[in-house]
């Protein structure tokens, strides 16, 4: 072992990536929204992207999961319809945060549209697409959040799983 070493560690809070997916049409519904940290690093600061946020000390992760879905899109999930995904940790090497990532499968037909908090001055448009297509959006040299990487991937692996 080492001599002791001090590290700066960032505890931000923990929190959830909910991935809607509509079985009879192999579609996904994901969102954009104005993401700072992605406008200081130079990529697109409108990236697709899960519906997230974080979890509040009062809610269960599953809990935020529903919240945050409604809020972010409109949809009303009932909550044995949440599908638990992988639980990860975002940077481990400074961060605290762990993410919980949550599927559901979902009639996507009437989604859609521009919604979020005005009193968090939200502007989140939801986009649906075939899950190829999004996954090929990872491959095109867009830069997305890692939670929404985990979640198509998730979710392609379990689709996969399921034709064995």
């Known amino acids: 072992m080492s001599a002791p070493v001090v590290r700066e560690i960032v505890d931000r809070g923990h929190a959830v990536a909910v991935l809607p997916y509509d079985p009879a049409t192999g579609k996904v519904l994901l969102v954009r929204q104005f993401l700072a940290g992605a406008y200081a690093a130079g990529v697109d600061p409108w990236p697709l992207q899960t ?69 968090e001055s939200e502007d989140i448009r939801s986009e649906i697409l075939y899950l190829d297509d999004a996954l090929a959006e990872l491959r095109n040299g867009s830069v997305p959040p890692n939670l929404t990487l985990v979640a198509l991937l998730d979710l392609k692996l379990h689709l996969l799983s399921q034709v064995v």
């Open 51 to 119: 519906i997230a946020g974080m979890i509040d000390t009062s809610e269960s992760a599953s809990d935020t999961a529903l919240r945050e879905a409604e809020e972010e899109t409109g949809l009303k999930i009932p909550a044995g319809l949440l599908r638990p995904g992988p639980v990860y940790l975002v940077s481990p090497g400074a961060f605290t945060e762990i993410v919980h990532v949550f599927h559901v499968e979902i009639d996507l037909s009437d989604a859609g549209g521009v919604h979020g908090l005005a009193s």
